[in-house]
C-alpha cells in the first residue's frame, strides 16, 4: 500500500504534463512563380502566374490575375500580349499558319505585376527530326513489356550531328492526355546519354532510353503521340536538377536544395519571383496503335 500511495501520484502527475502543444511554424515569403514554356507549335502559348502556398496546402497555388504578360522578339522588335483566362493562366492564341517562335531569334518575357516588371531571355534553338513510331505487341511474355495484349511505342528520330550538343525534352500522350508525371520528365542530350562529338554521319539516330517514351503502355486503336521540344542547356539543366531533388531519397539522400529560376526580379520589388522561362522549337508526330 505504501507503494501504491507514492505510485499514484506520479501517474496523476504524468496524466496532467499530457496537454497538446501548437507549433507554429514560420511561412515563408510571398514568392511569384511564373512558368512559361513557349514553342513554335501552331497551338495556344501559356504563361501561368501564380504564388507560392503552405508546404501543406492540398488547394491549387493561388493564381495572380492582374499581370500584364508580354513575348517580345528581340530580333525584330515585335511583341505579343497574352490575354489572362483563368487559373493564372495567360494565353497567346495562334490563329494562323505562323508562329510567334522563330529559329535564332531571342525572346524577352515581360510579367509586370503591381508595376514590377520580371524578366527573363531565352534562344530559339535548332529542332530534331521525328522519323516514324513503332507500336509493338505484348503478349505477356516479356518482363518489360507491359501487360498482356497491350501495346508498346518506340520512337524513331535524328539529330543534328555536328560539335553543337542539341538539349531535347520529350513529351508523350495517349489519346491527347499528357504523361505528366514527375517520372515522365525525359530528357537527352543529341537524342542520346550525353554530347556526340566528331560523329561520322552528319545525322545522329536517337538511343533508348529516351526512345522508349517512358515505358508506356497503350490498347488496340489508341493514339500515340510525341512532342519533342528542343531546349536551351540551361533548361535541360532545370530539368535534371528538378529530376534530381524528386528523386532524392533513401539511404544516401544529398541536402535538398532550391530548383534554380531564370526569372529576373527588378530592383526594388517587395515580392521576389521564382519559375523558368524557356523557348523550344517542336517537332510532332501521331500513330493509331495497330
Known amino acids: 500500500m505504501k507503494k501504491l500511495a507514492y505510485i499514484i501520484p506520479l501517474i496523476i502527475f504524468f496524466i496532467s504534463c499530457e496537454n497538446v502543444v501548437q507549433i507554429k511554424l514560420d511561412e515563408g515569403s510571398k514568392l511569384y512563380v511564373i512558368d512559361a514554356f513557349i514553342s513554335d507549335l501552331r497551338t495556344d502559348q501559356v504563361v501561368r502566374v501564380t504564388t507560392n502556398d503552405s508546404y501543406f ?106 560539335n553543337n550538343p542539341d538539349y531535347y525534352w520529350l513529351r508523350t500522350f495517349r489519346n491527347d492526355t499528357l504523361f505528366n508525371g514527375s517520372a515522365d520528365i525525359n530528357i537527352c542530350i543529341d537524342g542520346t546519354g550525353g554530347a556526340v562529338l566528331n560523329a561520322p554521319t552528319d545525322t545522329i539516330a536517337f538511343t533508348p532510353s529516351a526512345t522508349f517514351l517512358g515505358f508506356k503502355n497503350y490498347k488496340l486503336n489508341d493514339v500515340c503521340k510525341v512532342e519533342i521540344h528542343s531546349i536551351s542547356r540551361e533548361t535541360y539543366f532545370f530539368f535534371y536538377q528538378a529530376l534530381t531533388q524528386i528523386n532524392n531519397a533513401g539511404l544516401f539522400a544529398t541536402t535538398p536544395e532550391n530548383i534554380k529560376t531564370n526569372i529576373s526580379t527588378p530592383n526594388g520589388a517587395k515580392i521576389r519571383s521564382i519559375g523558368w522561362f524557356s523557348m523550344a522549337t517542336a517537332v510532332t508526330k501521331s500513330k493509331v496503335v495497330q
Request: hydrophobic content about 30%; overall charge negative.
Open 57 to 162: 496546402s492540398n488547394r491549387s497555388a493561388p493564381p495572380v490575375d492582374n499581370a500584364i504578360v508580354t513575348l517580345v522578339d528581340l530580333n525584330t522588335s515585335a511583341s505579343y500580349s497574352f490575354s489572362y483566362t483563368s487559373k493564372g493562366k495567360y494565353v497567346y492564341s495562334i490563329n494562323t499558319p505562323d508562329t510567334i517562335a522563330r529559329l535564332g531569334h531571342k525572346y524577352m518575357l515581360q510579367v509586370t505585376i503591381n508595376g514590377d516588371t520580371y524578366t527573363s531571355i531565352n534562344e530559339q534553338n535548332r529542332g530534331a527530326v521525328i522519323d516514324s513510331i513503332g507500336a509493338y505487341y505484348n503478349d505477356g511474355s516479356d518482363p518489360f513489356g507491359g501487360p498482356a495484349n497491350s501495346y508498346n511505342c518506340l520512337l524513331f528520330a535524328r539529330d543534328k550531328a555536328d
